[in-house]
């Protein structure tokens, strides 16, 4: 079950999102108290944070800094609640790192809306490991960077995800339906073709520095894969 943890010291407020991110199906976790506010997320880790901007002895936007300073715990979605609403306010927490932004008051909704895009979004802090690599790609999975050879690629989030599910395991293929579930997530709607429309600019990506390992296995789906044949895709050009 995803943890949310709520950084907020009005009881109101935090009883008020602990009953409706219960309901939702979350675990939840309320801390009061600023201080203790980065401590208990590396303890707890949960799966996104909501922050109060206003909290006695250290600011919201303090704690996010922290947070984003910390290479465990700085993945993690902050989304910032605050009764401040100017748009300078806004760009200040989000310039402290905060994901997404909220204003007191809030509508219930659509702040569990928010809930749920951010941790679809994000998830990379469950990672154990920093770098998964597979000949000479490399993804660093903490600084979302990769690097094939000594070069750096500039892959989309989207294709970042594709590459990632391929490296975890090489050799497996993965059907179009598998890799549409874990990259775009189970309630999007998106055609199954648009996974392919994703290899083929990873592969365009991914190939400038060496050889095609991206193996098609025609009407089933994809693998990462040393010795990939050459197979033309089943789908015409997009
Ligand atoms: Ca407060």
Redesign the pocket.
Known sequence: MSLVMVI???EAISMLLSYNLEKEGFEVAVVANGMNAVSEIERLMPSVIIL?W??PEISGVEICKLIRSKPDIKNIPVIMLTAKSQEEDKIKGLGAGADDYVTKPFSVPELMARVKTNMRRAPLFEEKEKIITFEDISMDLVERKVKRGENYLHLSPTEFRLLKMLLKEPGKVFSREVLLKSVWGENIFVESRTVDVHIRRLRKSLNQYGPDYIRTVRANGYAIDKNALAEEDDIDEA
């Open positions: 907020e010291d009005e109060d206003m909290l």
